[in-house]
């Protein structure tokens, strides 16, 4: 069932004060339903509606984003935000913010990671700039991509390869191997204790 609010209650949930939705009744910007009483009354559509043409008419965010994976390599990331925003500077981008995060590409729980992709999500930023894919995600590119083409926003690649370090690759393989092996050890126990439960003479 469509739920019906009144201007306090639809004013509260769209962020705005009833003047203001009365402002925009009168300037034709919204079309307010009434009761048989000549109440003003709001459905979840309209709130739907308001919420998506203010998001749509805020001017989105340009970030770029950067990341080593240890804090060994904190001039890696100084030069890394140097060469990105010089880039970024170079393709007239009015950049909003730099996000520097030190974690490794496995990773996909790095809270700044999470940030960048929600801001995303939410409509706040517009224009993404990276390195390089890696310096994102070591694998999923595309699928952030994709998510990022669905809400508005390009992720620029500069392609910079000489900032993706022999050293990161290093230890996302060690990461690899590391969780496959607890796998194996995780599997191998559930074995061992499925095959003593099994055993008649125990």
Not at 32 to 55: G, W
Not at 65 to 90: G, I, N
Not at 165 to 185: G, N, P
Request: glycine residues 6%.
């Amino acid at each position: 069932m469509n739920k019906k609010y009144k201007i306090n209650e639809f004013a509260k949930l769209v962020g705005v004060s009833a003047h203001t939705v009365r402002r925009w009744e009168k300037e034709g910007r919204l079309t307010v339903a009434r009761t048989l009483t000549n109440q003003r009354y709001f459905t979840d559509q309209d709130v739907q509606r308001v919420l998506r043409l203010r998001l749509e008419s805020k001017p989105k965010q340009c970030v770029i984003y950067c990341r080593v994976s240890s804090p060994s390599q904190k001039d890696d990331l100084a030069s890394q935000v140097d060469a990105m925003e010089a880039f970024s500077t170079a393709r007239g981008l009015v950049v909003s913010e730099t996000v520097k995060e030190i974690a490794g590409g496995m990773n996909m729980s790095r809270p700044k990671f999470l940030g960048v992709v929600f801001g995303i999500i939410n409509g706040e930023i517009g224009t993404l700039v990276i390195a390089h894919k890696d310096r994102l995600a070591r694998f999923g590119f595309e699928l952030i991509e994709n998510l990022a083409d669905n809400y508005g926003c390009k992720i620029i690649v500069a392609n910079q390869e000489k900032l993706s370090s022999q050293q990161e690759m290093v230890e996302d393989l060690m990461a690899i191997i590391h969780t496959f092996s607890c796998r194996l050890y995780g599997l191998r126990k559930y074995k061992s204790k499925k095959d003593l439960f099994d055993d008649p003479n125990t």
